[in-house]
Structure formats: structure tokens, C-alpha cells
Nanobody, 120 residues
Framework: QVQLVESGGGLVQPGGSLRLSCAAS????????MAWYRQAPGKQRELVGD???????NYVDSVQGRFTISRDNAKRTMYLQMSSLKPEDTAVYYC??????????????WGQGTQVTVSS
């Protein structure tokens, strides 16, 4: 079965940078769109941005120009480079992926999340 694992979160000062990773594993045939979401305490999960299989990206307005999503298909990994971080970026960050598996059909699920805290 497919698993998604996020990593790279931590504590950072306002204005700092972090790079998150989301690695997919399992009997994967093709990974289509991948996406980053985040959920702050007391708030609903929101889409941060996504990246298509061909590398086309979309971002929510609040992170446009500060965050960059990329992917390495050979490593089956998606990245989120975060710069100029603000306290309001504090959240648990989750990855989501649309995946065609070898034998078990279509997968669309979530990783366990990684905590990002922006604070002075």
C-alpha cells in the first residue's frame, strides 16, 4: 500500500526559511497531482498549493511569492520551500497525492503531517 511521509518541520524565526519534504512509497505506477495543505489550531485545513505531474504549480494568495512547490519524480518526493515565514504560517503541514498504484487502483490520501512553528 501507499504511504506519504512529511518531514522538515520545526521552529523558525519570523523571516526565516524551511524546506518540507513529502515522500511517497509503495507499489506506485504514476503520481499525478500532489498538494500541500496546512491546518492551524482552531482552523480548518486549507490548501497551500499544488503541483501537477508536469510541474505546473498553483498557490493560495497568502503564500504567493514566498513558497515554492517542486517535485522529483525519480525520488517520488514533493518539496515545499518556505521563505519569509510569518507567525500566521504556523500550522501542521500535510501532503496529499493522487496516485495510480500497480495493483490496488487509485490512491488519494494524506501523510501524518509535520509541525511548522514561526515564532520569535
Amino acid at each position: 500500500q501507499v504511504q506519504l511521509v512529511e518531514s522538515g518541520g520545526g521552529l523558525v524565526q519570523p523571516g526565516g526559511s524551511l524546506r518540507l519534504s513529502c515522500a511517497a512509497s509503495g507499489t506506485i505506477f504514476t503520481i499525478y497531482t500532489m498538494a500541500w495543505y496546512r491546518q492551524a489550531p482552531g482552523k480548518q485545513r486549507e490548501l497551500v498549493g499544488d503541483i501537477s505531474g508536469t510541474g505546473r504549480t498553483n498557490y493560495v494568495d497568502s503564500v504567493q511569492g514566498r513558497f515554492t512547490i517542486s517535485r522529483d519524480n525519480a525520488k517520488r518526493t514533493m518539496y515545499l520551500q518556505m521563505s519569509s515565514l510569518k507567525p500566521e504560517d504556523t500550522a501542521v503541514y500535510y501532503c496529499n497525492a493522487d496516485i495510480l498504484t500497480i495493483k490496488q487502483g487509485r490512491f488519494n490520501g494524506w501523510g501524518q503531517g509535520t509541525q511548522v512553528t514561526v515564532s520569535s
